[in-house]
């Protein structure tokens, strides 16, 4: 995917990313969009008024409305699906950022008016709608063609209610991996071989740490370690089996030593100078990747694809992924169905075809969004795939283990809230030299008063 902000996890339960960041990636895959509209719209061939809600006499449009560049278009699945489906014809109306589109989404889902016959969740934005406007969105999991056990248990169930509701079909995830330039651990005395490198911090982010101070020794002029400390805590915590929420929904993010844990570990990171000064997903951010300035990235799959954007022509080829010390997800959508939609039988056959293996292992191979569904990742679409960053690394199936081994993680409706205080109010005041206690008080203080605590 997204490529999203993604980030393209997010985010097995996965951790979501700052809305801003999933966006900026999402318009970003593009290289590798218009606000709602109110109401849905067949062709005008003498549907939109017949009885049978558009369907009779003409084609039935079928509107979607989604966040940045989700893919299906440009991976050809609409025009496939009209192909099968000659009575139904597909529009999508993209509102570029989700941080526009989701506030929006949800008035239009309190007010039950100008929604669209399918409209996407972002990962970090479910519990949300689960939590909240459930009684709004059809039970897709009744859907003729849909089978739960097609997902990964832990992607089901984040778009289900506790009383066993299924409001919302995954896409995709964003397994996490580590990705590095080659040329720059060759300059720096670090091996380069894949198997190698994942040896180096294999199961402690503390060891990809000591992997950085090992790289800063003789690191090529002008370059650091890892891209920003944002990027480095979003990995770390996305590999936790609890974050910022317990299993009953209680806000637990200052108790949780995981989470504390995190923080200093990457004010550790950014003390030393192993990380950037930089915001992920903005401009400057952007000129680092353009003037190869990092030589690690937190790498799920449509990070690839942010590379390949922001890159400099002679990049390709000199990236490739090794497996980050601890298995995560971020990024991660989902397709729901309003319930008093003008088509909601067609629009629930439609994503149930959308999401199945073969469609999402397609997504993957053309826009680099990873299958939720474990089907998909025998298929020769994931196990072939490669990219133009990473050569011939087997990058489907690198991020297919990596999805197997992600922890079950609860998501709260304020995820992003807490991940985004704890990274822009946080562990980025490090590099501009805060101490690492004094940066978590500004963190905590900001997500407090977000949260209204």
Same mark, same amino acid.
């Given at each position: 995917?997204?490529?999203?902000?993604?980030?393209?996890?997010?985010?097995?339960?996965?951790?979501?990313?700052?809305?801003?960041?999933?966006?900026?990636?999402?318009?970003?895959?593009?290289?590798?969009?218009?606000?709602?509209?109110?109401?849905?719209?067949?062709?005008?061939?003498?549907?939109?008024?017949?009885?049978?809600?558009?369907?009779?006499?003409?084609?039935?449009?079928?509107?979607?409305?989604?966040?940045?560049?989700?893919?299906?278009?440009?991976?050809?699945?609409?025009?496939?699906?009209?192909?099968?489906?000659?009575?139904?014809?597909?529009?999508?109306?993209?509102?570029?950022?989700?941080?526009? =589109?989701?506030?929006?989404?949800?008035?239009?889902?309190?007010?039950?008016?100008?929604?669209?016959?399918?409209?996407?969740?972002?990962?970090?934005?479910?519990?949300?709608?689960?939590?909240?406007?459930?009684?709004?969105?059809?039970?897709?999991? +009744?859907?003729?063609?849909?089978?739960?056990?097609?997902?990964?248990?832990?992607?089901?169930?984040? &778009?289900?209610?506790?009383?066993?509701?299924?409001?919302?079909?995954?896409?995709? $995830?964003?397994?996490?991996?580590?990705?590095?330039?080659?040329?720059?651990?060759?300059?720096?005395?670090?091996?380069?071989?894949?198997?190698?490198?994942?040896?180096?911090?294999?199961?402690?982010?503390? +060891?990809?740490?000591?992997?950085?101070?090992?790289?800063?020794?003789?690191?090529?002029?002008?370059?650091?370690?890892?891209?920003?400390?944002?990027?480095?805590?979003?990995? $770390?915590?996305?590999?936790?089996?609890?974050?910022? =929420?317990?299993?009953?929904?209680?806000?637990?993010?200052?108790?949780?030593?995981?989470?504390?844990?995190?923080?200093?570990?990457?004010?550790?990171?950014?003390?030393?100078?192993?990380?950037?000064?930089?915001? %992920?997903?903005?401009?400057?951010?952007?000129?680092?990747?353009?003037?190869?300035?990092?030589?690690?990235?937190?790498?799920?799959?449509?990070?690839?694809?942010?590379?390949?954007?922001?890159?400099?022509?002679? &990049?390709?080829?000199?990236?490739?992924?090794?497996?980050?010390?601890?298995?995560?997800?971020?990024?991660?959508?989902?397709?729901?169905?309003?319930?008093?939609?003008?088509?909601?039988?067609?629009?629930?056959?439609?994503?149930?075809?959308?999401?199945?293996?073969? %469609?999402?292992?397609?997504?993957?191979?053309?826009?680099?969004?990873?299958?939720?569904?474990?089907?998909?990742?025998?298929?020769?679409?994931?196990?072939?795939?490669?990219?133009?960053?990473?050569?011939?690394?087997?990058?489907?199936?690198?991020?297919?283990?990596?999805?197997?081994? @992600?922890?079950?993680?609860? @998501?709260?409706?304020?995820?992003?809230?807490?991940?985004?205080?704890?990274?822009?109010?946080?562990?980025?005041?490090?590099? +501009?030299?805060?101490?690492?206690?004094?940066?978590?008080?500004?963190?905590? +203080?900001?997500?407090?008063?977000?949260?209204?605590?």
């Amino acid at each position: 995917m997204r490529a999203r902000t993604l980030p393209p996890s997010r985010l097995r339960s996965s951790g979501g990313t700052p809305i801003a960041r999933r966006a900026a990636v999402l318009a970003a895959v593009a290289a590798l969009g218009a606000g709602l509209l109110t109401g849905c719209a067949d062709d005008g061939k003498g549907a939109a008024g017949s009885p049978d809600g558009g369907s009779g006499g003409g084609r039935t449009t079928l509107t979607l409305g989604l966040f940045g560049t989700m893919g299906f278009k440009e991976a050809g699945l609409y025009t496939a699906y009209e192909k099968l489906h000659p009575d139904i014809r597909i529009q999508e109306n993209v509102t570029e950022r989700n941080e526009n =589109y989701y506030p929006a989404l949800v008035n239009h889902l309190t007010t039950n008016s100008g929604l669209m016959d399918v409209q996407a969740v972002e990962v970090g934005n479910i519990a949300e709608v689960v939590n909240t406007q459930a009684a709004k969105l059809a039970d897709v999991s +009744k859907a003729p063609g849909v089978d739960k056990s097609a997902w990964l248990d832990w992607k089901w169930q984040q &778009a289900t209610t506790q009383d066993g509701r299924t409001v919302g079909l995954g896409t995709d $995830i964003g397994p996490m991996a580590i990705c590095y330039r080659k040329d720059l651990f060759r300059k720096a005395g670090l091996p380069t071989d894949r198997e190698a490198v994942g040896r180096l911090w294999a199961g402690d982010w503390s +060891k990809l740490v000591a992997a950085g101070e090992a790289y800063k020794k003789k690191a090529p002029q002008g370059t650091s370690f890892m891209d920003s400390p944002g990027g480095l805590i979003n990995a $770390i915590l996305s590999s936790e089996k609890d974050r910022f =929420y317990d299993s009953s929904g209680k806000v637990v993010y200052k108790t949780n030593p995981a989470v504390r844990k995190a923080f200093d570990l990457t004010a550790k990171a950014a003390q030393e100078g192993l990380v950037q000064s930089q915001t %992920q997903f903005q401009p400057s951010w952007d000129q680092t990747i353009a003037n190869s300035r990092f030589a690690t990235v937190a790498c799920p799959p449509w990070m690839l694809g942010y590379l390949k954007g922001k890159s400099k022509a002679d &990049a390709a080829g000199k990236w490739d992924v090794a497996a980050a010390p601890r298995s995560g997800n971020w990024g991660g959508t989902f397709l729901t169905v309003p319930a008093g939609g003008r088509h909601v039988k067609q629009a629930e056959a439609f994503i149930a075809w959308l999401t199945a293996p073969a %469609q999402q292992a397609k997504l993957f191979a053309v826009q680099g969004s990873f299958p939720s569904a474990p089907a998909a990742y025998d298929l020769p679409a994931v196990t072939g795939a490669k990219n133009a960053m990473t050569g011939d690394a087997p990058i489907g199936r690198i991020f297919a283990a990596a999805a197997k081994a @992600i922890p079950v993680q609860p @998501i709260g409706p304020k995820d992003q809230i807490i991940q985004q205080g704890l990274t822009d109010n946080g562990v980025i005041l490090v590099t +501009k030299g805060k101490s690492a206690d004094e940066a978590w008080r500004t963190a905590t +203080k900001t997500i407090d008063n977000n949260l209204e605590q």
